[in-house]
């Protein structure tokens, strides 16, 4: 007398898990044609990702719209890692925001899929103009500029009787530092090798200092089996061998920016923007962080930039309002606001000494004005992510297990090889 | 869930039992009548489901035959998604994985049987209060359960690790080791479902007869036997509705790898569910062809547990006198 209710009820749930498991799949790009004229009134929304930056946008926002009174903007911010899938999906569905924030890593995907319309560019003969245009049209105006550096414990310096680093340091200096300063019995490690967006964070400029390359300068042929991009990646598996780093899955458990605030990493290579994120550790307001330009390696000592730009939809309802808003983000007057409350480095040298002075009583910036005349930008194709999770997947292994560099390099090589070929017709 | 524990209860379905719609005399039309007026009354629930669930299977069954393009637009590629599916071994792993889920999930239900006996004792003091704290993880966000347990349980600084030291166990690597990480996904995925089984147990135990329990008392049973010969096979019907319930939710598992594992971890593979495969597919990779060619199989592999689990009730579930 049961069973009909139960079967019908286990039905309901075996078609419940179906919807639950495919809802969200479908869907197709939607074609949005025109724009409204800029003389009505419009609500442009903008997209980033990062939370530190929502209060200056505020302030930005208001002052555009005083200067244009007809136009508002909505802000939208969403964490890092879900920011990408999010306009992904944004995309697909032809709801993009109708200004966002991407890394000239992203840009070529949106740019050669028809998703952003041209802007004029703001500084034409930058290292930036390159890295936000692409096959010849401008996309987007740079507003950040990130260029690595390393930031390091004073604390843990002066425990282990270490002098602080200094500019004319060298690679052998870095890793006898990164031992020194391990001491495994409190949790403590020299650096952490932190694999995911293809190692920007650890050993991706060591292989440049070292003369390699990620990618071929045309884009379409891995630089992983060069003999120079090996030697980078081997100096840091020794660096793993040393014990001076936490293992893989220790730092996949705990945020390695949390680890190094929390006294825990004596240096972190990071970016040199990352100083608003710090500033709200105790290690910070004490006083006990310093930044130093990266070590000097065989050929320099390279730094890698990532910029972070604005970029407009180009399917949006308002592109005329959206460019506008683009190409007021992108003058010498927003960057100096945006150093000025120290929110991070901009394209603009000019505009660099603000940053140090707003954090001149707790930290000394001034090496990565220094770090920024060594900048390379980072290496990308037309789907970067494809390949940097290749390389995190094969180089997690070599720098946990200690697997064989040569080999693991080579297979990224032929996979990365591969996933270049899948890109070239849509170039 | 009103609606499920009303299913559950025995009593309830004695009272809506099957009520004959066709007698005799009555005419051609008037029969065909009362068919269209059936109609238009699921009619609603008809087009709501086609929308969310027919169309999106379609759609999605015919996206795993194509290949599709990063921003929309496909091409037709018939099997091939199929055929990469069978030889990629993630793919493998996040079937065995998720199967091992589900069975963990299983253990869970004897646990919730005996605490909803338990629960259900008569005199039993502060009942409202317990009932309360069994179910609350079951309102909780499940990404708060999986930031919360991945705090208890990190290898380095959790809670559970400095317990073990301090009772003189070493460490046990439980979000990195690939046998530890399995217990640990499935240990919070039955803690965070123990609270709802629970009260469907519970709801189940209150329809049975007290009469029967007394026939079994003058029989000389304890409180024990009672419980497992003549308790539980009255509400056997409860613990399979329980069961499948619990087999297709941790077939669905998703949130907890992806807050307490995530795709930084080396243990990830050795962590994650068919599910989760998915959403790196085709949320993070942008493969969408392929993850609909992942959920296809997904949807399969319920269906066909399912209906084994369906099949081997006949054993052990008795349905009312």
């Not at chain 1, 031992?179 to 932190?194: F, H, K, M, Q």
């Not at chain 2, 056997?236 to 941790?250: E, R």
Request: aromatic content about 12%; overall charge negative; glycine content about 8%.
């Amino acid at each position: 007398m049961m069973s009909w209710k139960s079967k019908r009820l286990s039905r309901v749930a075996v078609a419940g898990i179906a919807a639950f498991s495919l809802v969200g799949l479908a869907g197709c790009a939607a074609e949005s044609t025109g724009g409204s004229s800029p003389d009505e009134p419009v609500e442009l929304t903008f997209a980033l990702w990062q939370p530190t930056d929502v209060p200056f946008f505020e302030q930005v926002f208001a002052d555009f719209t005083e200067e244009n009174p007809n136009i508002t903007v909505r802000i939208q911010q969403t964490g890092f890692f879900q920011y990408f899938p999010k306009l992904q999906n944004d995309a697909i569905n032809g709801t993009l925001p109708d200004v966002f924030q991407l890394t000239p890593q992203e840009l070529p995907l949106y740019a050669s899929g028809g998703q952003l319309a041209t802007i004029e560019g703001n500084d034409d003969d930058s290292v930036y103009a390159d890295q936000w245009a692409w096959n010849g049209e401008r996309y987007g105006n740079a507003i950040v500029r990130d260029t690595q550096i390393i930031w390091y414990n004073k604390d843990l310096f002066d425990a282990a009787g270490l002098e602080y680093p200094t500019a004319d340091w060298t690679w052998d200096d870095f890793r006898s530092y990164a031992s020194a300063l391990t001491d495994e019995a409190n949790d403590v490690y020299g650096v952490p090798i932190v694999l995911s967006r293809a190692g920007d964070r650890s050993f991706a400029s060591f292989i440049a200092q070292a003369g390699g390359t990620m990618i071929s300068e045309d884009e379409t042929t891995s630089g992983f089996d060069l003999p120079e991009t090996q030697e980078a990646i081997e100096f840091w598996q020794q660096i793993a061998a040393d014990g001076s780093s936490p293992t893989q899955a220790q730092l996949a458990q705990t945020n390695p920016n949390a680890l190094f605030t929390s006294g825990k990493l004596g240096m972190l290579p990071q970016r040199d923007g990352l100083a608003p994120v710090l500033f709200e550790s105790e290690l910070f307001q004490s006083g006990s962080m310093g930044v130093i330009t990266l070590p000097n390696g065989p050929e320099g000592n390279m730094a890698s930039t990532i910029s972070v730009g604005n970029v407009v939809a180009a399917n949006g309802d308002n592109v005329e309002a959206a460019r506008l808003l683009v190409e007021f983000l992108g003058t010498r007057e927003v960057a100096d606001q945006y150093a000025q409350t120290g929110a991070g480095f901009t394209p603009y040298p000019e505009s660099d000494q603000f940053m140090v002075d707003f954090y001149s009583e707790f930290i000394d910036l001034s090496p990565a004005l220094e770090a920024g005349e060594n900048a390379f930008p980072f290496w990308r194709s037309l789907n970067s992510e494809a390949w940097f999770q290749i390389v995190q997947e094969e180089l997690t292994p070599v720098m946990d297990e200690l697997a064989d560099v040569e080999e693991a390099t080579n297979r990224i090589a032929e996979r990365m090889n591969a996933a270049l070929a899948e890109e070239r017709p849509n170039r | 869930m009103s609606q499920l524990a009303l299913a559950t209860s025995p009593r309830s379905v004695a009272e809506r039992g099957d009520v004959a719609p066709n007698s005799p005399g009555r005419t051609h039309t008037a029969r065909r009548r009362e068919a269209v007026t059936g109609f238009l009354f699921i009619l609603p629930l008809f087009a709501t489901v086609s929308l969310f669930m027919f169309y999106p299977i379609i759609r999605n069954t015919y996206l795993s035959f194509t290949e599709t393009g990063v921003f929309g637009g496909e091409t037709w590629t018939g099997l091939d998604q199929y055929i990469r599916l069978v030889q990629d071994p993630q793919m493998w792993m996040a079937i065995r994985n998720t199967g091992l889920y589900a069975l963990i999930g299983l253990l869970g239900i004897p646990l919730a049987l005996i605490i909803a006996g338990l629960l259900n004792r008569p005199g039993l003091r502060f009942k409202s209060l317990f009932r309360v704290i069994y179910f609350l993880p079951v309102v909780v966000m499940p990404v708060a359960i999986g930031m919360i347990w991945r705090l208890l349980f990190n290898d380095d600084y959790g809670i559970i690790n400095s317990i073990l030291n301090t009772i003189g166990l070493s460490s046990v690597q439980w979000l990195s080791d690939p046998v530890a990480v399995i217990f640990a996904i499935g240990f919070v995925a039955v803690w965070s479902t123990l609270g709802f089984n629970v009260v469907l147990m519970l709801a189940g135990l209150q329809a049975v007869p007290r009469d029967v329990i007394e026939a079994a008392v003058l029989d000389g049973a304890g409180p024990i036997r009672q419980f497992f010969s003549v308790t539980v096979p009255i509400i056997s019907p409860t613990v399979f509705m329980v069961s499948v319930l619990t087999v297709i939710s941790s077939l669905q598992i998703f949130d907890l790898v992806f807050i307490m594992i995530g795709r930084n971890s080396p243990a990830i593979d050795d962590s994650q569910t068919i599910v989760y495969y998915f959403y790196e597919q085709g949320v993070v990779l942008l493969d969408r062809g392929y993850a609909a060619a992942i959920v296809t199989i997904l949807l399969i592999l319920t269906m066909i547990v399912t209906a084994i689990q369906f099949r081997l009730q006949k054993r052990w579930v008795h349905y009312g006198s």
